[in-house]
């Protein structure tokens, strides 16, 4: 079972190295395809220099070594090349998405569900984008449903609250009358938050709403700024006004 397992681990290394390869665009016949997939072979492989007998010392490089390290930075410096250029159109096919004035389901089926879905990829195109109509398209991808939670650090002692650029896109788009009642929706149905930023951004949000839409997720606000520790991270400049605007 053990070979079994091992022969399918290799087949597995090997599979991905051509799935990569063909997404860059490389030859699977080039020589570094070849070179890359040598990696995949036992007889090959990185185990035969990166173990040592028991506690022996580190064996020193010899010319075979050599040989693989420059064949395997050969490798690199051509993949790496090409996904730079893969990455840079991509970042450019998103640029034109969030520009568009009236996207449309096939323009966020290609945003949410063929484009990689990075996280450096949604914040380049929530945080600069101001087009309102992309709001209802998103929420209904799930775009909204998922702000992140404190991070905590046990050793340290500390809390970080990361930053949510869909909470920012709201808080930016919510004075559109357009999209006002669909902010009000997506405020309503988000998940609870101990993420202060995230709590600020939904107060700047509420606060640009109308106040009969605003009241809409008034309780769940109220309960989150009941967190004493929570209110004192907050900024007073974002929850006066939004005191006087529901009273």
Do not use: C
């Not at 040989?67 to 998103?94: G, P, T, Y």
């Not at 998405?97 to 380049?124: G, Q």
């Not at 309780?219 to 900024?235: C, H, I, T, Y």
């Amino acid at each position: 079972l053990r070979s079994r397992s091992r022969r399918s681990s290799r087949g597995s290394h090997a599979s991905q190295i051509r799935a990569i390869l063909g997404t860059l665009g490389i030859p699977a016949d080039s020589e570094v395809a070849a070179t890359w997939l040598l990696l995949a072979k036992r007889e090959y492989g990185l185990p035969r220099f990166a173990h040592r007998r028991n506690l022996e010392a580190p064996r020193p490089p010899d010319s075979e070594f050599v040989a693989f390290w420059e064949s395997m930075v050969r490798v690199f410096d051509v993949v790496l090349a090409q996904f730079e250029m893969r990455f840079h159109a991509i970042l450019e096919e998103v640029t034109v998405l969030r520009k568009l004035p009236h996207p449309t389901a096939d323009d966020v089926r290609r945003l949410t569900r063929e484009l990689p879905n990075a996280p450096i990829l949604r914040r380049h195109f929530l945080d600069e984008s101001l087009v309102p109509a992309w709001l209802p398209l998103l929420a209904q991808e799930g775009w909204f449903r998922d702000p992140p939670a404190p991070v905590v650090d046990r050793d340290r002692r500390t809390v970080a609250y990361p930053d949510w650029p869909a909470s920012r896109y709201l808080a930016r788009v919510a004075g559109d009358a357009s999209v006002q009642a669909e902010v009000a929706r997506v405020l309503d149905a988000m998940p609870a938050t101990e993420n202060s930023r995230v709590v600020a951004d939904v107060i700047r949000a509420l606060t640009a709403l109308p106040s009969t839409l605003a009241v809409v997720a008034r309780e769940r606000v109220l309960a989150w700024l009941e967190r004493q520790d929570q209110l004192l991270l907050l900024d007073s400049r974002d929850v006066l006004p939004l005191a006087r605007h529901l009273a």
